[in-house]
């Protein structure tokens, strides 16, 4: 008898893409635990619950989990309305994780603290692929897994300020004044910036909804001011997509973004690249460095970090990964969503075979496969899973049909000899396949009224 015969799948992450892949796991009779960090499901979407996703409703519900949930009565939303992110988790993802078929086999306030093989460390190979997963967790607790299905995103860890990849000077020393990305800056967290100066440093969906709410409040609170920090010289790469984009609400955001910056209701600083950080008197300075080596900064009291995050694959140190150098990503897909090289729009179709690492049965799937890339849609990661589970099951044939038909995006790619003429980066006609998640991404493509600090080299037209 194989010492995996009888052990469960273990899902981290009760997210969207963790619990479709659980809905999936049931249908193909898969015995399945899942481990959720926090005290409920969609615990990271709980915490941007404030912000309405650009993509409807039929691109946020997987197939196996609507089948589940049909079956229980579940009275289904609008396909085509758009929900918030406190809509995804209480019309969705609470009413599934509450179904009989996954409730008994979801435990929470469980947090992986490391994955490895019964016995082995990454080193040795003799026997690898028919000893167990072990799954440390934080309390001391050991679980045993024939499979493991990482579902646990990157919301915990988002990049830096600093323009290097490093944190700034004095990053470490001003966490007073940094905020993490999508705070609720008309509800929960507005006592934080109303009268204030925020400075929001970032490029994609999570500073332009961020710069909106701004905007919004400092039309009733005065005192308040937005500035919108970015690297690049220009901001064209920031937005695509307006009248090409088959996501309405995304193009309209990058029109209202725009007439905010035209109005001066919002400073748009080009060319911004943060060296340091420095308290002082209440407020924070935020010192630039240009490419000459000169300084200049600016004096703000809050920072926004809209910019974007990387996995943390450290849980799995002892595990036999292929990880792309650059995006951090599983290898195989890095080319198909490499924004420094590939449209937003054009993400192909992916499973198993592109999701699968030198370790056997470990498969990192939903946002956290794609690294520091910015292109994950749920839809995605729902094929994903379905394919993974199919492969689990030992239907290759249905793992390697994969199938993924999105909306275009009209977004641009980040080439800048194809971006920087700065009318319409993504040329007159949707990029076809693919899509951003709906909390980063590009806009729409538009010249703006520019404060320019410095030139910086165009980077991904989909950064957060």
């Not at 609008?78 to 435990?107: F, I, M, N, S």
């Not at 024939?146 to 004095?170: C, E, F, M, Q």
């Not at 600083?269 to 924070?284: C, I």
Request: proline share 7%; charged share 20%; net charge negative.
């Amino acid at each position: 008898m194989n010492a995996l015969d009888g052990l469960p799948v273990v899902v981290i992450g009760a997210g969207p893409t963790g619990l479709a892949a659980a809905a999936h796991l049931h249908e193909r009779g898969l015995p399945f635990t899942i481990l959720e960090a926090g005290d409920t499901p969609g615990a990271a979407v709980r915490q941007w619950g404030h912000v309405r996703v650009f993509s409807p409703w039929r691109y946020n519900v997987d197939p196996a989990a609507r089948r589940l949930l049909d079956e229980a009565g579940w009275v289904a939303p609008d396909p085509e309305a758009l929900p918030t992110g406190a809509e995804l988790v209480g019309d969705y993802l609470q009413p599934l994780a509450e179904l009989p078929q996954l409730k008994p086999h979801v435990r929470y306030g469980a947090r992986v603290e490391a994955i490895s093989r019964l016995g082995l460390d990454r080193l040795r190979t003799a026997g690898r692929d028919t000893a167990p997963f072990l799954l440390r967790l934080a309390d001391g607790d050991e679980l045993f897994a024939r499979a493991v299905i990482d579902a646990s995103g990157t919301w915990g860890t988002p990049n830096v300020l600093g323009a290097s990849g490093l944190p700034a000077r004095g990053e470490a020393d001003s966490v007073a004044h940094l905020e993490h990305a999508l705070p609720d800056v008309l509800g929960a967290d507005r006592g934080r910036f109303v009268g204030r100066h925020t400075l929001v440093v970032g490029a994609g969906h999570s500073a332009a909804n961020t710069l909106l709410s701004l905007a919004e409040l400092s039309a009733a609170e005065p005192g308040t001011e937005a500035t919108w920090a970015i690297r690049t010289a220009s901001p064209t790469r920031t937005y695509g997509g307006g009248a090409a984009d088959a996501l309405p609400a995304r193009g309209a955001l990058g029109s209202r973004l725009r007439a905010h910056v035209d109005g001066g209701r919002i400073r748009l600083l080009t060319g911004f690249s943060v060296h340091a950080l420095a308290p002082t008197d209440g407020r924070v300075s935020v010192v630039v460095r240009h490419a000459d080596g000169t300084d200049e900064s600016i004096t703000v009291d809050r920072i926004v970090a809209a910019t974007g995050f990387r996995p943390d694959h450290s849980i799995a140190a002892e595990l036999r990964l292929d990880l792309d150098p650059v995006l951090g990503a599983t290898r195989a897909i890095a080319p198909l969503i490499d924004p420094n090289e590939h449209s937003c729009g054009t993400v192909p179709p992916h499973g198993v075979d592109e999701l699968a690492h030198p370790e056997s049965g470990y498969y990192a799937v939903g946002m956290k496969s794609y690294g520091r890339a910015p292109t994950f849609l749920m839809a995605t990661g729902y094929e994903q899973v379905r394919s993974v589970v199919a492969a689990l099951a030992g239907d290759w044939t249905a793992a390697r049909e994969v199938q993924l038909d999105l909306p275009a995006t009209g977004v641009c790619n980040s080439n800048p000899a194809e971006s920087a003429s700065g009318d319409n980066c993504c040329g007159p006609e949707p990029t076809g396949r693919g899509l951003s998640t709906g909390i980063s991404g590009g806009l729409l493509s538009a010249p703006l009224s520019l404060v320019a600090l410095d030139a910086a080299p165009a980077g991904a037209c989909c950064t957060s």
